[in-house]
DNA sequence: GACCAGGCACATC
DNA sequence: GATGTGCATGGT
């Protein structure tokens, strides 16, 4: 079992560098208020965010992308209007889960979450029925301006790929890879996960198109 | 028509 | 503690 190469923080910023000067600044996350951002964090749970903008449209027309409007919604009408975003039955459960964590924990303030020691709100978070390691992070990150890098499924095949980490990688340790090597720095690293989703979205997928992926200059990428 | 998508909880061994 | 399985729509 070798031990795959430990690149710098320099290759790590190349990296970067090759991916935002090709799909440019992305400035994520695509939500009009915080609240919107968590309610497409548990949206997007294994699913194409076409579909989950399906989804937040219908609740945005149904008045439902504020907490208390959507925890008084009936839970048939909730699931027929995120029905787009896939799993709506345990999507709506999830939904309300989490809006009513958030009402009863911080008064559904955006504010008074944002206060909370970021360590301390992670566990809170993952407390919740519906909410695992990315779409907590998600929610530090992209609804509250946390340094907390946030990983995905892309993340792992992209970087195992490029030999910087085994297939088989967990979703802790890929994170430690990334804090352990870059600056902390709530900027960099929403850019950095959302250059490195478009990386997934357009070449590194599960039949990839190596040939023209912005990271083929490196040629050290080996599928399996 | 198969395959895939910005995961997660739960059952079983 | 590791591994397997159900959940569901919509685009390619």
């Known amino acids: 079992m070798e031990t795959p190469p430990?690149?710098?923080t320099a290759e790590l910023m190349r990296i970067y560098e090759l991916l935002l000067a090709r799909f440019g600044p992305l400035h994520w996350w695509p939500g009009e208020s915080p609240f919107e951002v968590m309610i497409g964090a548990?949206?997007?749970?294994?699913?194409a965010w076409s579909n989950v903008v399906k989804a937040i449209a219908n609740l945005k027309a149904a008045g439902l992308l504020d907490a208390e409007a959507l925890l008084r919604a009936d839970l048939r009408k909730l699931k027929r209007l995120i029905r787009p975003s896939g799993y709506f039955n345990q999507k709506a459960i999830k939904l309300?889960?989490?809006v009513r964590f958030f009402t009863r924990e911080f008064g559904g303030s955006v504010e008074r979450m944002?206060?909370?020691d970021t360590a301390e709100l992670r566990e809170k978070l993952l407390a919740v029925k519906g909410i695992g390691p990315e779409t907590a992070d998600?929610?530090?990150l992209y609804a509250l301006d946390k340094p907390v890098f946030v990983v995905d499924a892309y993340t792992r095949r992209a970087f195992s790929r490029l030999g910087f980490l085994p297939r088989d990688v967990d979703y802790d340790a890929t994170r430690e890879f990334f804090v352990s090597?870059?600056?902390?720095d709530v900027s960099l690293y929403n850019e950095y996960h959302a250059q490195i989703v478009y990386l997934g979205k357009d070449y590194c997928r599960t039949k990839p198109r190596c040939a023209e992926c912005p990271l083929s200059v490196l040629g050290r990428c080996k599928i399996d």
């Open 96 to 98: 309300r889960a989490y």
């Open 42 to 47: 548990i949206l997007t749970q294994n699913t």
């Open 181 to 184: 090597r870059l600056p902390v």
């Open 6 to 8: 430990s690149p710098s």
């Open 114 to 116: 944002a206060a909370v």
């Open 138 to 140: 998600s929610i530090l």
